[in-house]
């Protein structure tokens, strides 16, 4: 029975969020403040980094793997690639992506309007102190995930379409577009190591 759950894609993730959120209400149950704010802003950085791994795993998937095993794919099956597989990894980089920014600002959101715009404006509103400066690197990473996010949907995406032959288009206008999403996509892949680390460094060394 348990093999048969796993042998099916739509169940296992189910069942995964459904175990995620009875640990969700139990991490609420026993915190201190109960079900407050700072209860939601774990959820929100729960979602935050859920999204996120989601989001980058395909980013790298397709730097480290699709972009650089393609040209040694045989002609013939290389069509399975663009009509089956980068389609359906392509839906669920471009939403992890929005998921992952809206998740994050949500979570600097709450814990304050002051917090958020610190962390936006690099530290500057504060007089860049001693104790803004970790804002200053945080801001840095917030700002390099904001561009990468843009980057996925106004360029990866759209290009892609037209490498796809999703959105009709010449053989050299499909050319173009196939290298211009390709370099997007190096780009997020070269920003997201820097990105990372402002995130984790920051959340380690600051709280």
């Known amino acids: 029975m348990f093999g048969r759950l796993l042998s099916n894609f739509r169940n296992t993730v189910v069942l995964s969020l459904v175990l995620a959120g009875v640990m969700i209400f139990a991490f609420g149950s026993v915190a201190p403040g109960g079900f407050d704010l700072i209860f939601w802003q774990a959820v929100f950085r729960w979602t935050h980094v859920v999204a996120g791994v989601l989001w980058i795993g395909l980013l790298w998937y397709f730097n ?8 040694s794919i045989p002609v013939e099956l290389k069509p399975a690639v663009g009509k089956h597989i980068a389609p359906e990894a392509l839906f ?9 920014v809206v998740a994050g600002l949500a979570l600097a959101f709450s814990r304050g309007h002051a917090y958020a715009v610190e962390v936006l404006s690099f530290g500057l509103v504060g007089g860049l102190t001693e104790d803004q400066k970790g804002y200053t690197l945080l801001g840095i990473g917030v700002w390099l995930a904001i561009v990468m996010f843009l980057n996925v949907w106004g360029i990866i995406w759209p290009n892609q379409k037209r490498a796809l032959g999703i959105v009709p288009a010449e053989d050299d206008v499909k050319s173009k577009a196939a290298r211009v999403a390709m370099l997007g996509s190096r780009t997020n892949m070269l920003l997201s190591l ?3 680390t402002a995130m984790a460094m920051y959340q380690t060394l600051f709280g």
């Open 64 to 71: 480290f793997v699709q972009i650089r095993v393609m040209p």
């Open 194 to 196: 820097p990105m990372l």
């Open 92 to 100: 669920w980089f471009r939403w992890s992506a929005l998921a992952t």
